[in-house]
């Protein structure tokens, strides 16, 4: 008489079901896992699919803030930014929150000769200068600046 189950019949058999029980098993945990089951601070940034989080997502601050300047005035901003011009070139920052453990930047966005310096720094502001670095005079060009924290 023939045997209906071989042993490599048989294991074929068992590592399919295997298989069919661990891929269900993580597609069922996808579909029913809440955030309210999710234990707090154990999701990681490998854990979240890129393009899916918001500002609104995100905790106050984390977001780095920036303001980019054109014309004296801000052309586009992130973050409680405000500007005032004390002078040709010189633009005082105010910052909503305190900038004191950040780093900052500045870039000049016109020619190759320009340069935008940060200069001083308070809890809540900063000022840039920004230069024609072949006259090494100030001017009114646009710039950009980034205030990561």
Not at 55 to 77: H, N, Q, Y
Request: glycine share 8%.
């Amino acid at each position: 008489m023939r045997k209906i189950f071989s042993s490599s019949r048989l294991a074929v058999v068992a590592s399919s079901l295997a298989l069919l029980l661990a891929l269900g098993g993580t597609a069922y945990a996808a579909a029913t896992v809440t955030g309210a089951q999710i234990v707090d601070n154990s999701v990681a940034g490998r854990d979240v699919r890129n393009g899916s989080l918001t500002a609104i997502d995100t905790a106050p601050g984390v977001l780095p803030r920036f303001a980019r300047v054109e014309g004296g005035s801000i052309a586009a901003k992130r973050g409680g930014i405000s500007v005032s011009t004390s002078a040709l070139g010189v633009y005082d920052f105010s910052f909503t929150r305190s900038i004191a453990n950040c780093a900052y930047t500045a870039t000049a966005q016109s020619t190759f000769a320009d340069t935008a310096v940060v200069g001083q720094v308070t809890a809540s502001s900063l000022q840039v200068k920004v230069f024609d670095t072949q006259s090494n005079s100030l001017i009114a060009n646009p710039f950009s600046v980034v205030v990561t924290c």
